[in-house]
């Protein structure tokens, strides 16, 4: 079928709506009518790095409506509602015992630009287009995996949703599935953006005594203390360690580093009270580090997590019970665009100005 598509022929290049045409549905694939798609940083490292092939429909954080489904489909039928998330082979070690964030074969399936069959289902004419994260999601409609959805609410606003599929679940699954930090500890989030204001509300929800939110955004920080941190740093203006280990009485028990910049991940770390842990969620450069002072001397932990350690088909819909009750209020980092404005999204979104661009496509 013809459908629209935000194209992306060349590294660095701007979004261009073209016309593309979208294979049917196989044996475990559904087609999805997308309705909205969520702007991540994912996307602009794929645009901006060159980490998946060109040319390549980018997006990763649809949500929509099911269209089709393929013969061997049985748990989604059409009409149904679903949030697509990363995909995944579902049959690896790692798949099997609830970590589908590190399939042994995440990357290939998820940047590799091609089904796990090695086919694709976009193309312009005779030139093929990769496919992103399984879905590729700035188009009018889209193909996944089944096991790549997740059926959800029929009662939430659809185009609210796309976002869970990686980035609100990212910040939110790295505090509740991961570091699971105990009810009174203490928490420092490293970044106001989606994936830190979203771990600040996960860490509400857990329970965290002291909620530490740091950002150079007064804006930001605001926003910060309005969805559950108990205190907001800016980094321009404090010491920000010295002011973590007043507040905490020695330095934090968890941290959570979104912002990828070295000097803020090596002060996450260094804030942490001994035997403390850190979450690295933000995509880092080589960096210089002290293993015997920064990390071994005080029992130290610094982990990575990947899409929040998540499993999307059960933690997705447990994310929307928290915002039906009122305790999960994703929708205050959301801001809608049409799909015409793609560009100016991912320039609002680089430049601050947007917590969440979110793109209405139908």
Request: glycine fraction near 12%; hydrophobic fraction near 40%; include cysteine.
């Amino acid at each position: 079928m013809d459908i629209k598509a935000a194209v992306t022929h060349s590294q660095g290049e701007p979004f261009k709506l073209e016309s593309v045409q979208l294979e049917d549905p196989e044996f475990d694939e559904i087609r999805v009518r997308i309705v909205a798609a969520g702007v991540c940083h994912t996307d602009v490292v794929a645009r901006d790095l060159g980490i998946a092939p060109f040319p390549i429909v980018l997006g990763h954080e649809g949500s929509g409506v099911v269209d089709a489904v393929g013969s061997g489909v049985s748990d989604l039928k059409p009409g149904d509602h679903v949030v697509l998330s990363f995909a995944h082979c579902g049959n690896c070690g790692n798949c099997l015992t609830g970590h589908p964030t590190v399939c042994d074969t995440f990357n290939d399936l998820n940047f590799g630009g091609a089904m796990d069959d090695g086919s694709r289902r976009l193309a312009q004419g005779e030139q093929s287009l990769a496919t992103f994260f399984g879905q590729s999601s700035f188009a009018t409609y889209a193909i996944a995996k089944s096991s790549n959805a997740v059926k959800v609410d029929p009662d939430v606003d659809l185009a609210l949703l796309g976002p869970l599929g990686c980035g609100i679940q990212t910040g939110a699954g790295t505090v509740l599935n991961r570091l699971k930090p105990e009810f009174g500890s203490s928490i420092v989030i490293y970044g106001a953006g989606a994936v830190g204001l979203s771990a600040v509300m996960a860490a509400r929800i857990a329970g965290c005594q002291y909620i530490i939110a740091v950002d150079v955004h007064d804006s930001r920080l605001a926003l910060a203390k309005e969805l559950g941190a108990t205190h907001t740093l800016n980094g321009k203006d404090v010491d920000v360690m010295a002011e973590i280990k007043k507040i905490t009485g020695g330095g934090s028990h968890y941290a959570v580093e979104t912002t990828g910049v070295p000097p803020v991940v090596k002060q996450s770390l260094n804030a942490l009270r001994p035997l403390g842990t850190v979450a690295i969620v933000g995509i880092t450069p080589e960096m210089n580090l002290d293993i015997h002072n920064d990390l071994m001397a005080e029992g130290k932990s610094m982990i990575g997590v990947i899409e929040g350690d998540s499993i999307p088909r059960v933690f997705i819909p447990k994310l929307i019970a928290y915002y039906k009750a009122g305790e999960f209020p994703f929708d205050k980092l959301v801001k809608f665009y049409k799909f015409e404005q793609i560009n100016q999204a991912f320039e609002d979104s680089a430049s601050g100005m947007t917590i969440k661009p979110v793109l209405k496509i139908a």
